[in-house]
């Protein structure tokens, strides 16, 4: 059964950048997607950008585009989310996930979920 474990949040400025670290036990990644999910409290979890296992289609969120890149370094069974240029609004509780569906217009159905790392950007 797959664990995962995100980390590398903290403390930002605005336009700052982030590198969010996922690795991923007991579960071989290679052939799956990687999600990464935000939440802000009373809203809903959001699908932030994702990178699929099988032909390494990518996905953004319209909010991020321009600003993150997804990546995946499957030899240390691990995924990796860039954030540049970081705003305000993108302050949340960030999440990886695996064995899901990642499509270039979309990401759904994901199964295994880390225990979350917050970004806070705030000047």
């Known amino acids: 059964q797959a664990q995962l474990v995100e980390s590398g949040g903290g403390l930002v400025q605005p336009g700052g950048s982030l590198r969010l670290s996922c690795v991923v036990s007991?579960?071989?990644?290679?052939?799956?997607?990687i999600g990464w999910f935000r939440q802000v409290p009373g809203k809903e979890r959001e699908g932030v950008s994702c990178i699929s296992g099988s032909d390494g289609s990518t996905y953004y969120a319209d909010s991020v585009k321009g600003r993150f890149t997804v990546s995946r370094d499957n030899t240390r069974n691990m995924g990796y989310l860039e954030m540049n240029s970081l705003k305000v609004e993108d302050t949340a509780a960030y999440y990886c996930a695996t064995d899901g569906i990642c499509t270039t217009w979309g990401m759904f159905e994901y199964d295994y979920w880390g225990q979350g790392t917050q970004v806070t950007v705030s000047s």
């Open positions: 007991g579960f071989t990644l290679e052939k799956y997607a």
